[in-house]
């Protein structure tokens, strides 16, 4: 999510009509882009990444005038361009695509909006450069071919720079260079964007100054470099439709490849819509007219009409659009939520809690009576906090982790404590907290555990003991002495139940103690309260 301020003025530009200013926030909030601030000049709205063509502000401007239907959904016809562009095998940066904008009218507005929407992708969808980064030139500058390819040395002068450097003298020494170099940890062969003359562009880090972009510019080169294919395709079409917009002709640049070539920009995508499905999933009975209507608004176009079938021309510049269900979403979102009827469910039930859950509500009475806080962590974590935990079997990873705070799930919820106590070091003595939450083996196999701690002057063995005592009064469970990588040995303890091995307890190592920079002793335990191959049953 990214936090963005828009001009009202430049935003209605796009919208295509003035409109008052409390139409255009309740339009943000509708979109499910909540407002934070705005007044009669300017909005700032929290932008989500699953919306990344409204980073632009042509992309929101777009996306209200729709929604508002002002505008209709406008098809986006790249010419070919004389320019080709080389693509090597570039191990640090696989992909790389290019586009040229010409006749594009800049300004000082222009520069504004365009530096910021870049930014601003940066670093979100952009993961800080590492995923996708944008370099943007003066095309008039340039001359072809061009080539992307990958070098141990080379020179060119970067921006705001009056002398040439190598790739290592920028990381080292040019202020981006530095901002960024955690990038190329590791790496020794550099991605570079060449023209006939030399480097245009070292990705992600910083342009040429030579290619510029100035108020006189009249003609641009976007060039996308990243790790992800999908992103890297996505954020070009993001900013030709952006361009567009302005007026500008847009010209597909080809890539000559080392297995053929191919357009960078794509002309059309279809995709297959079930007007049943809609419905079902939605709760509603829209006729397949009253979808092809609410989609428009959404910017997307219909091609054919087959019965329960709905053959979509879905926007280029829409990369959220991954699966059927996502244009069911954008139905509930064209048609207003609000507008929805409330029904209730036609199959009478009656609830019960399973003997899980009543074993969690008492467990967690007692540990409450006995001084402790419950806390609500995160499922999801990172190799780092699990290494500092000395948790060394593998985890579940994340395919696609968003950030690299949480990229697996987490096996043990004692991290996560341990965490909450280091993060609360200033909150005074006692601190005693616990959770009941899911937790993954390394196959997948999700439990509940639970996991209590005490940090203390004195925090002992016998205090944490004490509330495993507590917790047999709950569960049937027993114990045996035997020593764990991360607890002080000879005070630590083995918990099973009916012959199985389900969690322990004892004092935590102090090695561990240091990686999550805790002063003082802690005492804990964790154990699973539905044990592996154990069933829930209804009470």
């Known amino acids: 999510m990214a ?9 209605e530009e796009f919208i295509g009509k003035s409109r008052p200013i409390e139409e255009l926030v309740n339009a943000f909030e509708m979109l499910g882009m909540p407002v934070d601030k705005f007044n009669e000049e300017e909005i700032t709205a929290d932008v989500t990444t699953d919306r990344v063509d409204m980073y632009t502000v042509e992309g929101a401007g777009r996306a209200i005038g729709l929604f508002l239907g002002l505008k209709e959904p406008k098809k986006y016809r790249p010419e070919s ?3 080709v562009m080389t693509i090597d095998k570039v191990a640090a940066r696989p992909y790389a695509v290019a586009f040229a904008a010409k006749g594009v009218k800049i300004d000082e507005a222009f520069l504004r909006s365009l530096i910021m929407a870049q930014e601003k992708i940066h670093e979100t969808f952009g993961r800080k450069r590492k995923k996708v980064a944008i370099g943007i030139h003066d095309l008039d500058k340039i001359e072809q071919p061009l080539a992307y390819r990958q070098f141990k040395f080379t020179t ?10 190598d790739p290592q003298q920028i990381l080292k020494d040019h202020p981006k260079g530095k901002e960024y170099a955690w990038i190329f940890e590791g790496i020794n062969e550099y991605p570079m964007v060449l023209d006939k003359k030399g480097v245009i562009s070292f990705p992600p880090i910083i342009n040429a100054e030579r290619t510029r972009v100035t108020e006189t510019t009249r003609n641009l080169l976007f060039e996308i470099t990243g790790t992800s294919e999908m992103a890297v395709s996505a954020i070009l079409h993001i900013f030709a439709a952006s361009m567009a917009d302005r007026g500008a002709k847009i010209e597909n640049i080809k890539l000559k490849m080392l297995d053929g070539e191919k357009d960078s920009l794509i002309n059309e995508r279809k995709e297959k819509l079930s007007a049943k499905f809609a419905n079902e999933t939605l709760g509603m009975k829209l006729t397949n007219q009253e979808i092809i209507d609410t989609l428009k608004k959404m910017g997307h176009n219909l091609i054919k009409n087959e019965g329960d079938e709905l053959i979509i021309d879905v926007p280029s510049y829409r990369a959220d659009i991954l699966h059927e269900v996502d244009f069911v979403e954008d139905i509930a979102v ?13 199959l009478l039930t ?13 467990i967690s009475r007692l ?5 402790f806080n419950e806390i609500v962590t995160w499922t999801l974590t990172n190799e780092r906090i699990e290494s500092n935990a000395s948790i060394q079997t593998d985890s579940v990873e994340i395919k696609n982790p968003r950030t690299n705070d949480f990229t697996r799930f987490r096996q043990s ?20 907290i616990f959770e009941i939450g899911r937790t993954a083996d390394e196959k997948g196999v999700c439990s509940t555990s639970l996991s209590a701690m005490i940090t203390d002057y004195t925090a002992s063995f016998s205090n944490i003991k004490g509330i495993l005592e507590l917790v047999g009064e709950v569960m049937p469970i027993s114990v045996k002495s035997q020593d764990k990588t991360f607890l002080i040995p000879g005070r630590a303890l083995s918990i099973t139940s009916n012959g199985e091995e389900i969690g322990w307890c004892g004092e935590i190592h102090p090695q561990l103690l240091e990686k999550f ?3 003082y002793p802690v005492a804990a335990l964790e154990l699973k309260l539905n044990p592996i191959g154990s069933k829930p049953t209804k009470k």
């Open 156 to 165: 060119f002068i970067p921006l705001d720079m009056n002398k040439e450097m």
């Open 334 to 346: 064209g048609y207003g939520y609000q507008n929805i009827k409330s029904d209730l469910p036609k």
């Open 81 to 83: 361009s004389k320019i």
């Open 413 to 432: 919820v004692y991290p996560s404590a341990l965490t909450v106590l280091s993060e609360n070091k200033t909150s005074g003595l006692p601190q005693k």
């Open 350 to 362: 009656i609830g019960q809690s399973t003997s899980l859950k009543e074993k969690e509500k008492q």
């Open 3 to 11: 936090t963005i301020t828009f001009k009202r003025k430049e935003l």
């Open 367 to 371: 540990l409450i009576s006995a001084g």
């Open 517 to 519: 920079k805790l002063e």
